[in-house]
């Protein structure tokens, strides 16, 4: 795996992954904004609100306001049994406990791999030998930046894990099926966590593969 925590090319070389941008950029010409001007409304410990003043594809002008945010990582364990890590946790703004799979946000200039291994130990005191890159997915287009960067893990070691002060988390397990019937019947509603069933699902049947590289102890 590279230093990068990106998962290695596959796409044609950096020329052609170059023009293929352009032309896309090209096509979207008609769609596109430009961002004349941008107004900071608040900025928290993380999370930056700003106001951006745009140029509309016909010339006529917008605001748009959303929030900046660092990205994050979430990280799809699998069990030697077949059973998937996830965890319950108090979220404030939606005012219950939220089954999900582990997560967390990038540290300034941190690598988004050594993140996910992070993350993992920290929340599920869990360290794993294997780890995929799966892909991205931007949970909240209109109103904010944010990308989360899907990873898998196996070849996972139980060990004691490293909360953050103030922060309280259950650890729990569960079978792909398990969770795909709670996605079905409402019990699980996190968005990060629907879209990584899809992934769970397909890599399980065989039609997406992943990369494995084996990671050492950090």
């Given amino acids: 795996m590279s230093g990068t925590g990106h998962p290695p090319r596959t796409a044609p070389d950096d020329r052609e992954a170059q023009d ?48 900046l945010h660092p990205g994050a990582v979430v990280i799809i364990g699998l069990l030697d049994d077949g059973r998937v890590l996830l965890e319950r946790q108090y979220r404030h703004p939606m005012g219950q406990v939220m089954i999900e799979f582990p997560a967390g946000k990038l540290d300034a200039g941190e690598d988004r791999l050594a993140c996910a291994r992070r993350e993992l130990l920290e929340e599920t005191g869990y360290e794993a030998r294997e780890w995929a890159h799966a892909g991205v997915m931007h949970p909240c287009i209109s109103y904010s930046d944010e990308f989360i960067d899907i990873w898998f893990a196996r070849g996972l070691v139980p060990g004691a894990t490293r909360l953050d002060e103030g922060e309280f988390i259950e650890v729990i397990t569960a079978t792909p099926a398990q969770l795909a019937g709670w996605c079905r019947d409402g019990t699980v509603t996190d968005a990060k966590t629907l879209s990584c069933l899809l992934w769970l699902q397909n890599v399980l049947a065989g039609h997406w593969v992943l990369d494995w590289q084996t990671q050492s102890a950090p």
């Avoid at 769609?31 to 003043?53: H, K, N, P």
Wanted: proline share 2%; aromatic share 4%.
């Fill in 20 to 67: 293929a941008q352009d032309s896309g950029d090209a096509r979207d010409a008609h769609l596109a904004e430009r961002t004349l001007s941008r107004e900071e409304l608040l900025r928290g410990r993380f999370l930056q609100v700003v106001r951006d003043t745009v140029q509309l594809p016909d010339g006529g002008t917008a605001s748009r306001e959303y929030i």
